[in-house]
């Protein structure tokens, strides 16, 4: 009996050692095949948001499965701008919500946010800025390859904008002017000293957390600031002094391999009209097909949360809808999307007789007070004054003028050095005014840039820096000018006859002016809290997008930088199983890095500059790379010369 005992005990123990064995194994091969997963996945985000990051098209053309429960779920969107409408396409396309599910709340009577083109019968056509692209927006294009074209059948908007700008590549002939339309002869060069470069590349290798609450002034000086360089970047980023040292890091660092690109704008794309007819209206048609709800005249006014350390959820959308208040109850199973802030927020305009109205100071600013509303309930939503606080410096104005005859055209063909009603490119990017106490720069796309515009009439894009500065010709700051006196200090640095320019800013032409108090707010000194995450910690059933939401891997003023945080947050609330497309990774590729330094120098080698005690390194390290593949790089990236 003992015995049968001790056999039946020593079998037990086999089979229970046996049986611990095969589950450590299939631990093992679970632990490991975890780690496969997340390899092939990608590195994911540290709060399980459910966002994770891909390079390559493996995932690129991967169509994502039904996320669990979706038809169950209602979306609102604060906001029509490009982020809110891209977070709408990618709920339907990746998140496979019905369109009646979606509703898109605009305080306005028309989609588009700051991406607008519009023709105003009793003023003309308005444009309050336009928008750059290239060929590495990555989410951009994500997102419009399955956007149906409205111009060719068959076709996705990123067809007929690819199709456009390999057939009629952009480039500009005339980057600058001086002294009353005289091209300014910038040769592409970026005239920066030794010392000059030395301190752009010091901000390159600083690290973020050293520039918070720092301004551009604080790391560069008269160097940089002299420089062709400078007004090369300030005018076409619209950068000002005072902006952030961050921000002007990020960009650099984010754009390295457009460097090259930069002086005659071969580095940019643009669509066929105005950005309101290419890219809002495509996406709005795709979206009214799918039966999304858009409800205009609904004005946000705030969101309630309750929040706890570990919980954030939002409960109720207060809204005006034609002026009636209105309260949208919230359960956990909704999605609320919020544009928080805005570049064209308290818009003023003008008219050919009558400067902006009204003090930008106390401009209508509807989505800052949503965000500071929204900001008192959680430390963890941002901090809006960083950015709104100072309209002095978060303001420029722009105008938008149409030639009306043709007497003004010649003067623009002898800049531009191109017919600009040929249909093709014109300026290929801002011609600014090197001598210009506005700093003005202006542009003309292709032409016609609306769909209805009149083919012999040429829509011109005008925009000043320094809005309270006494202009060249008219006397007067750019901010208190009617649109016939923009239009004059416009024609004076077009080289027009001075006897000529009251009459063509009179009856060949009409402007449009817009005064934007925040146009450049999102550029303000600032520290990585002062905007949300796209999803804050512990947030339940609610995302931020837009430009002034973060997301630490792109760059704001961008189209790119919109439908990457839209990307962010529809995956990551619903758990989409796709991966959001990295950022290219141009920063970290030497041919771009070298490619890039050598042109910072207008083509003079590193091993040509004084590096002082560190000279007696140059030679041994030329020597050291003789004869191998190193030495075959630098060669062809210009940094090692034949006489080196």
């Not at 660092?253 to 930069?262: A, Y």
Request: proline share 4%; charged share 25%; with cysteine.
């Amino acid at each position: 009996m003992k015995r049968s005992i001790k056999i039946a005990a020593t079998t037990a123990a086999a089979v229970s050692s046996a049986m611990l064995v095969k589950k450590a194994k299939e631990n093992k091969v679970e632990e490991k095949e975890n780690t496969y997963r997340n390899t092939e996945l990608g590195k994911h985000d540290k709060n399980s948001k459910g966002i994770y990051y891909t390079n390559g098209n493996y995932e690129a053309f991967a169509r994502p499965k039904k996320p669990e429960g979706v038809e169950n779920k209602q979306a609102y969107l604060v906001g029509s701008g490009l982020a809110s409408l891209a977070a709408a396409c990618f709920l339907v396309r990746d998140g496979q919500m019905p369109g009646k599910n979606i509703h898109i709340l605009e305080a306005m009577d028309i989609a588009g946010g700051a991406c607008d083109g519009i023709f105003d019968p009793s003023r003309g056509y308005i444009m309050r800025g336009g928008r750059e692209m290239e060929n590495h927006f990555e989410c951009l294009w994500d997102l419009f390859r399955s956007i149906p074209s409205l111009e060719i059948k068959d076709a996705s908007v990123l067809d007929e904008f690819y199709w456009l700008n390999k057939e009629d590549p952009n480039y500009s002939l005339c980057r600058a002017t001086v002294n009353r339309g005289q091209d300014a002869k910038t040769n592409n060069q970026f005239g920066l000293s030794q010392k000059g470069c030395m301190e752009i590349m010091k901000l390159f290798m600083t690290k973020d957390e050293d520039l918070y609450d720092k301004t551009i002034e604080d790391v560069f000086d008269e160097e940089v600031f002299n420089s062709t360089f400078w007004m090369y970047w300030r005018t076409m980023f619209a950068f000002e002094n005072w902006h952030s040292a961050l921000e002007m890091k990020l960009y650099f660092q984010r754009f390295i391999h457009h460097i090259s690109g930069l002086p005659d704008f071969s580095a940019l794309k643009f669509t066929r009209y105005n950005q309101y007819e290419s890219l809002i209206l495509p996406m709005q048609k795709y979206l009214e097909k799918h039966g999304v709800d858009f409800q205009f005249n609904s004005e946000v006014t705030n969101i309630i949360f309750d929040t706890t350390p570990d919980k954030k959820v939002a409960k109720v959308i207060e809204c005006k809808v034609n002026g009636k208040d209105k309260n949208i109850q919230l359960t956990e199973n909704d999605l609320v999307f919020i544009t928080n802030g805005s570049c064209v927020e308290g818009t003023i305009y003008g008219d050919q007789d009558h400067a902006p109205q009204g003090d930008a100071k106390v401009a209508k600013s509807g989505c800052w007070d949503l965000w500071k509303n929204i900001a008192k309930q959680d430390a963890s939503f941002g901090h809006p004054e960083k950015f709104c606080s100072d309209i002095e410096k978060t303001n420029w104005e722009s105008a938008t003028i149409t030639t009306l005859d043709d007497k003004i055209i010649p003067y623009i063909t002898n800049i531009c050095k191109r017919d600009p009603r040929t249909g093709h490119v014109v300026t290929g990017g801002i011609v600014s005014c090197k001598d210009s106490s506005w700093l003005l720069s202006w542009t003309i796309n292709r032409q016609g840039q609306f769909k209805q515009q009149d083919k012999e009439k040429v829509c011109v894009w005008v925009y000043g820096l320094f809005t309270d500065v006494l202009g060249d010709y008219v006397k007067k700051p750019m901010k208190e000018c009617t649109g016939k006196e923009i239009t004059m200090e416009w024609l004076y640095h077009l080289g027009v006859p001075e006897k000529y320019i009251e009459d063509y800013a009179t009856n060949s032409a009409i402007c449009i002016p817009t005064m934007m108090p925040y146009i450049t707010a999102f550029f303000m000194p600032r520290r990585k809290e002062d905007r949300p995450d796209v999803i804050v910690d512990g947030a339940v059933n609610f995302a931020f997008l837009g430009q002034f939401a973060h997301t630490p891997r792109d760059t704001v003023f961008t189209t790119e930088y919109s439908v990457r945080t839209a990307m962010e947050a529809v995956y990551g609330l619903l758990g989409v199983d796709r991966g959001v497309p990295e950022v290219w990774g141009s920063v970290y590729d030497i041919r771009e890095l070298l490619d890039s330094s050598v042109k910072l120098m207008d083509g003079k080698s590193p091993f040509e500059i004084n590096l002082g005690p560190l000279n007696i390194f140059k030679k041994p390290l030329i020597k050291a790379v003789k004869g191998t593949v190193i030495e075959k790089l630098l060669r062809n990236h210009e940094v090692l010369k034949d006489n080196m």
